[in-house]
């Protein structure tokens, strides 16, 4: 089953605009991380936020963690149309084993040029 | 390898034919996970290895599904008497460690008709 709701399901932005989706979880986690995934391919691991960090910085991404109300978001700054994809946050639980990964059901980001 | 590998690509299987999906993972890499992705959905785990043991197979929706990886790195994921309901990407995730990013494959796309 999935861990958690993202929000919104589906988001279309200008090229060069900032896109922000949100992810809401269920149980303690030990990390969050978020995913990118093209039409028909892979998933790519994008950044990794540890329970005890609040905030994460890589390139054009800008990743926040609130564990007090079990959400984080995912931000791209200065968009570009190569960044339409499909973006996963997944969790691994403070007890699970293996490190597996619960994921959330996706927001689909379209960028127009 | 470089990334991790998947074959076949795509399989198109009739109803009631065994397949087997093949994960070769980055060399080295100890832990191993399948998922299954609906079409429009998240992942969802299937099962994981920790070098030849499967530490976890809770995610493995039926007795028809059955996944190996008896020298600790090539994985096999074994559907008999598929079913339309099996129609779904199965990908393959490998890690050097618990707590790390993964590197997923393409995955595999199964068609059951």
């Known amino acids: 089953s999935q861990q958690g709701e993202e929000d919104p399901q589906a988001l279309s932005i200008q090229e060069g605009e900032n896109a922000t989706m949100n992810c809401s979880y269920k149980?303690?986690?030990?990390?969050l991380q978020w995913y990118r995934q093209n039409s028909g391919r892979g998933l790519v691991h994008l950044i990794l936020?540890?329970?005890?960090?609040r905030e994460k910085h890589s390139g054009r991404l800008r990743v926040t963690l609130d564990t007090s109300k079990k959400s984080s978001s995912l931000l791209i700054t200065a968009s570009r149309a190569a960044d339409t994809a499909s973006y996963f946050c997944?969790?691994?639980?403070?007890?699970?084993?293996?490190?597996?990964?619960?994921f959330g059901e996706g927001t689909q980001l379209t960028v127009n040029p | 390898g470089a990334g991790v590998s998947q074959s076949p690509r795509y399989k198109v299987a009739k109803r009631g034919q065994d397949v087997a999906l093949r994960c070769d993972p980055i060399?080295?890499?100890?832990?191993l996970f399948w998922y299954q992705q609906a079409l429009g959905q998240g992942p969802e785990f299937l099962t994981y290895?920790?070098?030849?043991?499967?530490?976890?197979k809770s995610g493995l929706p039926s007795d028809r599904f059955f996944a190996e990886r008896p020298e600790g790195s090539v994985s096999t994921l074994k559907i008999q008497r598929t079913q339309q309901e099996d129609s779904a990407v199965y990908l393959c995730?490998?890690?050097?460690?618990?707590?790390?990013?993964?590197?997923f494959g393409s995955g595999t796309r199964l068609t059951v008709v």
């Open positions: 995730a490998s890690s050097l460690a618990a707590l790390l990013g993964y590197t």
């Open positions: 149980t303690s986690i030990n990390n």
């Open positions: 936020i540890r329970s005890n960090e």
């Open positions: 997944a969790t691994v639980g403070e007890e699970t084993s293996g490190s597996r990964l619960t």
């Open positions: 060399s080295g890499h100890v832990s």
């Open positions: 290895f920790q070098n030849e043991a499967q530490l976890d």
